[in-house]
């Protein structure tokens, strides 16, 4: 039997409800697994001080991320289909937010791809979905090629904000918990997510710009527009198409 892995992005801000779409992309397709782009932060010492504001600066994209660790990983990954004995996800420890969809449409799109990968396995081929949620996703090059479908989820700044403060904290690798500083979001959140989107939208404008081609084939999903049942239908038709095709 070949192996057949697809990895699926699924980018947005903080609080853009992408980690809620990739759970419930996890639920409907077989043979699945996530890949979440915060497990590959750097130790918390590592995290860089903001040299303007003096604190933990845990959302510019240069210092944000393990870039080296998470390529080689998601390399290994499309490779072999299994993620690397050695990974960690802290995931569990965060909130988790329930956004419930309709039951018929998460029926039916599960009947779906389990049919669809009964049809490959009659052909010898198994698919192995990898959907790779992050608010970075789109930042570095060698990520973006490597991405098979490239989802990105799109909320208004007040609304991130307001999402944002009302949550408790996230926790680190380390297990212990980060709060935002007072001013954090105005000063370093909302900031680092405008310098690593401006480049894939026209006009660099992240509220309303459309994708300019610079991350080849986004889908730009504004959250706010649609129910996540009718998110859910949006991107499993795609994810349908991308394997019968």
Request: hydrophobic share 40%; proline share 7%; with cysteine.
């Amino acid at each position: 039997m070949k192996n057949r892995v697809i990895f699926v992005g699924v980018g947005g801000a903080t609080c853009s409800g992408k980690t809620t779409l990739a759970k419930h992309l996890r639920n409907l397709l077989p043979e699945s697994v996530i890949l979440h782009q915060d497990d590959f932060a750097p130790p918390q010492e590592n995290i860089p001080i903001h040299p303007g504001y003096n604190v933990q600066d845990w959302d510019s994209a240069e210092g944000a991320v393990d870039w080296p660790r998470m390529i080689k990983t998601l390399k290994k990954v499309k490779e072999t289909g299994v993620i690397p004995p050695e990974h960690r996800s802290h995931d569990h420890l965060n909130e988790q937010r329930d956004v419930p969809i309709d039951r018929a449409v998460s029926e039916r799109w599960k009947e779906t791809f389990t049919q669809i990968a009964r049809e490959h396995e009659e052909r010898g081929e198994r698919l192995i979905w990898v959907i790779v949620d992050g608010f970075l996703l789109y930042w570095h090059p060698e990520i973006v090629e490597q991405l098979d479908v490239r989802l990105f989820l799109r909320v208004p700044h007040d609304v991130l904000k307001q999402r944002r403060h009302e949550r408790h904290g996230y926790h680190t690798a380390e297990g212990s918990l980060w709060r935002d500083p007072p001013h954090y979001w105005e000063q370093i959140v909302w900031p680092a997510y405008v310098a690593a989107h401006a480049g894939i939208v026209e006009g660099g404008d992240v509220e309303h710009g459309r994708p300019n081609g610079a991350v080849p084939g986004l889908i730009l999903i504004d959250g706010l527009d649609m129910g996540m049942s009718d998110i859910v239908e949006k991107v499993s038709a795609r994810l349908a198409e991308e394997v019968q095709a």
